[in-house]
């Protein structure tokens, strides 16, 4: 059913633009188990019960308030191998260009790769060769079935901000065995993996963790993260720190963000079509700033100008000159 209503998306999409169209997979892991924010409504004994035995790397719970998941048995990470895969196989189908997978954030590829999360003793946890083991064979699943001229990208974090982490390290030795993997691109994220996580939060605050990948691998790699102009996203890319840039809060303040930042830089190119109906949007509106408009310092006069005619400033006018008045006749003088 999912397919179906995806492929009703993808093709109504189509039908008004060529855009690319990308999708997420996922599995919660121990974010599952979390208290969601309304937690008023279903906190208690009922919510501890529905989100208890959720899988996980580690049988250890997001923070107190939260229900402790499951550690998954090998036959379960079989299973959830698998079942990326299909998920993998129906996007396809439903007609998306581009596929990510979700290895950050504190969900369950996440508690693998973290040593925070990941406490195993079989051959899944200990030194990063092995918390990579879970994460690659589910790589090596989806790759099978998804096509090679498709991108396929992994979202990490980087850095999961808390003391004992994955350190810089461990991040470039993951990501370049993602990329041996079949991974054609990382997504270079941070942090959301423990809840006492202390982040550096700033402006384009994670692209120095794309550029280091980015340096360190020669991987293909995505900066996120605090990016909101079309400034930041020309220095990230033309600095060479990363090959493609992904904003999110930005384009849900502006949905028309990337058409309002090639207008703002005079781009009419292919890159940027408007859709027929806005295409007087496509101009750079005029501004103080940009063109030096003179202010205009007086009101209109009165009357006032027809309807839809442009107001224009009055032309000046030649002082006139006095009318000489006329000679004063004088009575005569009664006697």
Known sequence: MQEAAWRRIVEAV?????TPLGIQLTHAGRRAATVPPRADEIAGPRWARLTAGRLAASALPWDAGSAVPRAATRAELATVAADFAAAAARADRAGFDVLELQYGHG???????????????????????????????????????????????VRISATDWAEGGTTEAETVEICRALAEGGADAVDVSTGEVVSDQRPRYGRSYQTPYADLVRSATGVPVIAVGAISSHDDVNSILLAGRADLCALGRAQLHDPLWTLHAAAEQQYQ?????????????????????ADRLPPRLRLLREPAPPVHQRWRPPRPTRPRRPLPLPA????PARS
Not at 14 to 18: E, F, L, P
């Open 107 to 153: 969900q369950l590829l996440s508690g693998f790769l973290s040593p925070l999360t990941n406490r195993r003793t079989d051959g899944y946890g200990g030194p990063a060769a092995n918390r990579l083991r879970f994460p690659l064979e589910v790589l090596a699943a989806v790759r099978e079935v998804w096509p090679a001229h498709k991108p396929l990208v």
């Open 269 to 289: 190119g292919p890159a940027a079509p408007w859709p027929p109906a806005w295409a007087p949007g496509s101009a750079r509106p005029p501004g103080a700033r």
């Open 328 to 331: 004063r006749r004088r009575c």
């Open 14 to 18: 189509r039908r008004v633009s060529d």
